[in-house]
């Protein structure tokens, strides 16, 4: 295996969300509630009260695992949604109904686990309390449109706003607009008190835009996701506009608490780094927000200006806007990497990963890339023209044919892209 790669799938295991949860969480003394010590936070349950376990995201099921291990006995019941996979999840996971729901788009599967979700929700009563687990993912998989647009519609805006080139905030405003349960809606739902744990997909952590905020007062309006919509779209539907609403933005938001984030993740892969190789490690603590195609060109920049042996770590989600109708297979991750092989091609004494940690890269079955000077030449080798690929977004096909893909399968994690630049 690549040493970017062992670093990468170590860091990974580093990062397991139950054992983030697990080493968070202890049972209170006599199994009456839970405490989380590192936030000086615990909840007591009072009278006849019960302890209930919800959740969405990409991380759910993993998250879930790690509350039973340390609170299990405590659980009286609950619904987790997570990602369908290749992998059949189970149908319970000890008291707790497992549902899965369709990411990135939402489908009639993520419809129907909601309405579960909120069924098992309205069974809480005000004694109780519910932990639910929120990890990025979430905004597809937990999912009611508004009165006046179907599902597919929803979906196909989402849809459109990514290819646009537009960052999670704004995608997550609109979905915010158009949803009953997004934007802090989801609180009506709990008759008790709720503590949301919170794995962050998204720069700066804002609970508000992470699952697009489903127990956040909303800061954001109906003329902002108008605004956005009118801007990114060239037509954007009318019903679609009609549908949006505003949000609830005066209601109190329950605890959050977060176990771990991009930052967390980077902070792991450097020091693994340093652990796996003998290099310089450079850990860069700002997230990535640039697009893709101008982050390349810097990347480039750092290689042709190294001094010394280093390994540059770096994270986020670089924007790679779609202007193609018709695009083919790849993602930001693969993108980039391939994008950069190209300004490099040739060049020796470098090599570049950029994967995402759920293990999902765009539209295929990849978490990333991993280039170095010969890439290209090895792809064309394979009779792949690197510059077309490119300019048919189909970096997938590329990095194929010259045994470049970083294959992970769903990992049950999302702690955003982690990038690794190894400089000789």
Same mark, same amino acid.
């Not at 170095?372 to 194929?400: I, K």
């Not at 010259?402 to 990038?419: E, F, K, S, Y």
């Given at each position: ?247 609830? =933005? $005066? ?6 608490? %977060? ?6 993740? &980077?902070?792991? !892969? /450097? ?109 064309? =080798? $394979? ?6 690929? %490119? ?6 096909? &590329?990095?194929? !044919? /010259? ?22």
């Amino acid at each position: 295996m690549h040493p970017l790669e062992n670093i990468f799938r170590t860091t990974l295991d580093r990062c397991a969300p139950d054992w983030l949860v697990s080493s968070k969480l202890e049972p209170r003394d006599g199994d009456r509630g839970f405490a989380i010590p590192t936030s000086r936070f615990d909840v007591k349950l009072a009278g006849p009260g019960h302890l209930w376990m919800f959740g969405a995201g990409k991380a759910a099921l993993r998250m879930a695992q790690g509350v039973l291990e340390k609170l299990g006995p405590q659980i009286r019941g609950g619904v987790i949604i997570m990602p369908d996979g290749a992998t059949p999840p189970p149908s319970k996971l000890g008291p707790v109904e497992v549902m899965v729901g369709s990411h990135p788009h939402p489908t009639e599967k993520s419809l129907a686990s909601t309405r579960r979700l909120l069924e098992i929700a309205a069974m809480c009563t005000a004694n109780d309390h519910a932990l639910f687990l929120l990890s990025g993912g979430a905004s597809a998989l937990l999912v009611s449109p508004n009165d006046g647009i179907t599902l597919a519609e929803k979906a196909e805006v989402a849809r459109a706003l990514m290819d646009s080139g537009a960052p999670i905030s704004e995608l997550n405003t609109v979905r915010k607009h158009l949803s009953q349960v997004k934007g802090g809606r989801l609180i009506s739902k709990f008759r008790c008190g709720v503590t949301v744990l919170v794995l962050s997909d998204v720069a700066g952590n804002s609970v508000a835009t992470i699952g697009s905020g489903p127990f956040v007062a909303d800061l954001t309006t109906r003329a902002d996701a108008r605004r956005i919509l009118e801007s990114r779209l060239s037509q954007p539907s009318i019903r679609v506009l009609a549908a949006l609403t505003e949000t609830p =933005q $005066a209601t109190a938001s329950p605890r959050h608490v %977060l176990l771990a984030d991009g930052h967390e993740m &980077a902070r792991v !892969a /450097a020091q693994v780094a340093r652990e796996q190789t003998t290099v310089n490690v450079i850990l860069n603590e700002t997230p990535i927000e640039s697009g893709a195609l101008g982050l390349a060109a810097d990347y480039a920049a750092t290689v042709a200006d190294r001094r010394q042996p280093q390994l540059l770590v770096r994270f986020g989600e670089p924007i790679l806007r779609i202007t193609r109708a018709q695009a083919g297979r790849g993602g930001r991750s693969q993108h980039l990497a391939l994008a950069l092989a190209d300004h490099l091609r040739g060049i020796p004494g470098w090599s570049f990963l950029a994967a995402g940690t759920d293990g999902i890269d765009g539209n295929n079955d990849a978490a990333g890339g991993l280039v170095d000077g010969g890439t290209c030449q090895r792809a064309e =080798q $394979a009779g792949v023209n690197v510059a077309q690929a %490119l300019a048919r977004f189909d970096s997938y096909s &590329a990095l194929l !044919a /010259a045994g470049a893909l970083v294959r992970t399968g769903l990992t049950g994690n999302n702690l955003q892209d982690l990038h690794l630049l190894r400089c000789d």
